[in-house]
C-alpha cells in the first residue's frame, strides 16, 4: 500500500507523477517537508494486579494443630490463621527463659561483690558474657515459638486453603493465598522510543469490556528489557471497580504530550536492505536520504532524523526513481 503514488496523474501524458517528460526525466510530485504538532497515542495490552499478593509460607515444620479461617474469608492485619503443634517450642522457650532469669540473678550478685572488689575484673567479664549468651538464647527461643503461630501480613481476602488439621507441614509449603484488592495496578510496557518522554503521573486509558477506566503511573522501570526492548510502567486505577478481577488482560491508551515533529506523506518512505530512505530533489537530481521513522499514521509518517525542514521530499511510490537519475516536479503538493 505504500507503494502508491501521490496522485493519480495521466502517466502517459506524461503529466502526472510517475511518467516521464519528453528528456526522459521521471515526473513526481513533491513535497517541502515541514513540522507540524503531533498528538501521539500508544496502545496496548496490559495486565491487571492487586494492591498486594502473597502466598502465605509455614516458616517451620510441624503438624497442624489448628486452623482459624475459612476459604475466601476476609482477615484483619496480624489475625490469627494457623496453629502448629508447639509443645516442645514452648518447652525450649521455658527452659531459655528460666536460664536467662538465673544469669540475671548471678549478674546482680557478681555486680555487687565486683563493686567490693571480692572478684577479679576477668570473673566479672565472664558473667556479663555468659548474661548475653543467655539472653539471646531467651530471644531466640521465643522467635521460634512465635513461628508456631501463622498470622495475616496484611489485610485482605483469603484463597483457598492447601492444607487440614493434622497435615504434617514441611518449611516453606504453601498455607494459603492472601490478596489486597484496591487499589488495582496495571502493568504495560512500551516501546524504546517512547521511554524518553514517559512520566510518572500521566494518565491512562484502561479499557475492559468496553468499558473505561482512567489511572495514573506511578512507577516505571530504570532501564529497557534487554530482550525487548520495551520499558515497563505500572499504573495505579482510580476508585474500587469490583467488576474488575486481577490477573485479567486489558487494553491501555496513553496519551503522550503533544510534540512538533517532522513528518511526510506514506509514499515519500522506501525501504532497502539497509532502512527506511527517501529521495530528495537536488539540482534537477535525486537524491538518496537515510531515514529514522517514528510513529506511522494513516496519512502521514513522522521522520525522526535524515531529512531537514524546507528539503523537497519527492512522493516517489512506484516511480522508478534511482540515486542521481534525472527528475521533473510535475507540482508541489499540500501536505
Known amino acids: ?8 496523474g495521466d502517466k502517459s501524458k506524461g503529466g502526472g507523477s510517475g511518467g516521464r517528460s519528453g528528456s526522459g526525466a521521471v515526473v ?9 504538532l503531533l498528538k501521539v497515542s500508544v ?14 509460607q509455614a516458616e517451620m515444620a510441624g503438624h497442624v494443630k489448628a486452623v482459624y479461617f ?15 503443634d508447639d509443645a516442645n517450642l514452648k518447652a525450649a522457650y521455658e527452659k531459655a527463659d528460666a536460664k536467662h532469669t538465673i544469669s540475671k540473678n548471678t549478674a546482680s550478685r557478681k555486680k555487687r561483690q565486683f563493686d567490693a572488689g571480692a572478684i577479679s575484673a576477668q570473673e566479672w567479664e565472664t558473667t556479663q558474657a555468659d548474661l548475653q549468651i ?3 538464647e531467651a530471644l531466640d527461643a521465643s522467635a521460634n515459638l ?3 503461630s501463622v498470622r495475616a501480613p496484611f489485610e485482605g481476602k483469603l484463597g483457598i486453603s492447601k492444607i487440614n488439621v493434622g497435615k504434617r507441614l514441611s518449611v516453606g509449603e504453601p498455607i494459603v493465598n492472601i490478596v489486597q484488592k484496591f487499589p488495582l495496578k496495571v502493568d504495560f510496557s512500551v516501546a524504546d522510543k517512547y521511554a524518553p518522554i514517559m512520566q510518572t503521573g500521566m494518565n491512562v486509558e484502561i479499557n475492559k469490556g468496553g468499558k473505561n477506566y482512567m489511572a495514573a503511573i506511578e512507577a516505571m522501570e530504570s532501564s529497557l528489557d534487554g530482550s525487548t526492548r520495551t520499558l515497563q510502567a505500572r499504573a495505579i486505577i482510580d476508585g474500587k471497580p469490583g467488576e474488575l478481577v486481577p490477573g485479567a488482560p486489558l487494553e491501555f491508551m496513553l496519551n503522550l504530550p503533544s510534540k512538533e515533529s517532522l ?7 522506501l525501504s532497502d536492505a539497509l532502512g527506511s530512505i527517501v529521495y530528495l530533489y537536488n539540482g534537477g537530481k535525486a537524491q538518496l536520504a537515510r531515514v ?7 496519512d502521514k509518517v513522522e521522520v525522526l532524523s535524515g531529512i531537514s525542514v524546507g528539503d523537497t521530499v519527492l512522493c516517489v511510490g512506484a516511480s522508478p526513481v534511482r540515486s542521481g537519475g534525472s527528475i521533473e516536479i510535475s507540482r508541489i503538493k499540500k501536505f
Do not use: H
Not at 513526481?28 to 507540524?36: M, S
Open 28 to 36: 513526481v510530485e513533491a513535497i517541502i517537508a515541514k513540522t507540524e
Open 1 to 8: 500500500m505504500l507503494l502508491l503514488s501521490c496522485s493519480k
Open 70 to 84: 475459612k476459604d475466601g474469608q476476609d482477615v484483619k492485619d496480624g489475625q490469627s490463621l494457623l496453629k502448629i
Open 43 to 56: 496502545r496496548g495490552l496490559g495486565i491487571l494486579l492487586p494492591s498486594k499478593e502473597v502466598e502465605i
Open 146 to 148: 512465635a513461628k508456631a
Open 292 to 298: 529514522e521513522v517514528g510513529t506511522r499514521f494513516v
Open 134 to 136: 543467655a539472653a539471646a
Open 263 to 269: 513528518t511526510v506523506p506514506p509514499e515519500a518512505i
